[in-house]
């Protein structure tokens, strides 16, 4: 199987852009992303082909690392773009309609200097309410180990919780996040704090763990940001692996690169 490695500020993705969904796609996804007996990714993205009759030209089916199905991917589906792109030979400059399990999600690439890397934006579509975590387990965890600044829900797709803090840089991300994922029923977890109108945001990811950027994560920050008053549009979100830009509206538009690593033969 021949898969491309591309990732989007150090959020890394295997793709394999194929004819049909293989049924061994979980346990492949787990082998293949194994950071040392595998090639090694956050996850594995199927790019199987679109639909004419909703009018996609490709449709992103994602596995984490630990095999689990993800429902979307901000950087991942800048990084299947990318693929796609790249094995279509049409240019570096396309428009894209990508079918997810999180609906259709449109992609316009764009080169740069850097023949490896394009910048892509994507309308993620609209952000909702997130699970209601007001009272209960996660409330209490939050109150009894110290978080004392706002916490909230979105769906991006997928469900996210945002958790306000003075400083994202004292936070044990791998620990109070797997727990707050663990107590919510699995959730991806934001941990933010506002410098100069910039949020910063670290994120543990469900089916993954700590990841270096978090595209749906970063469109659930900014908007809870926007919300609490700590920043004004568009909002610019600083992660480990990068920043991106996410413009709110009625829809979240998420702007970043895509950066191709290698062609691998797996299996």
């Keep these: 199987m021949q898969l491309t490695k591309h990732h989007g500020l150090g959020n890394d993705f295997l793709i394999a852009l194929a004819d049909a969904l293989p049924p061994e796609a979980p346990a492949l996804a787990e082998a293949s992303c194994h950071r040392t007996r595998g090639v090694g990714a956050d996850g594995l993205i199927f790019g199987l082909p679109g639909d004419a009759g909703a009018g996609t030209d490709v449709t992103m089916v994602l596995f984490n690392a630990d095999g689990t199905r993800a429902e979307m991917s901000g950087n991942g589906i800048r990084c299947l773009a990318q693929a796609f792109v790249q094995h279509d030979d049409c240019g570096s400059e396309r428009a894209l309609s990508i079918g997810t399990d999180a609906g259709i999600r449109t992609v316009s690439v764009e080169s740069t200097e850097d023949p490896n890397v394009v910048q892509a934006r994507v309308d993620m579509g609209p952000i909702g309410a997130g699970p209601d975590l007001e009272d209960g387990e996660v409330a209490d965890y939050l109150r009894n180990h110290g978080f004392a600044e706002h916490f909230s829900t979105a769906d991006v797709g997928n469900p996210h919780l945002v958790v306000g803090v003075h400083d994202v840089h004292q936070i044990d991300v791998a620990g109070n996040g797997s727990e707050l994922s663990r107590l919510a029923g699995g959730i991806n977890v934001e941990f933010i704090s506002a410098t100069a109108g910039v949020i910063d945001m670290r994120v543990w990811e469900r089916g993954v763990g700590v990841t270096q ?25 600083s992660m480990p692996g990068g920043d991106v830009i996410v413009e709110l509206g009625d829809t979240a538009v998420l702007i970043g690169p895509a950066e191709y690593i290698a062609t691998v033969n797996y299996g």
């Design 213 to 237: 950027a978090c595209g749906t994560g970063a469109c659930a920050a900014a908007q809870a940001a926007y919300d609490w008053g700590l920043t004004s549009q568009p909002v610019r979100v």
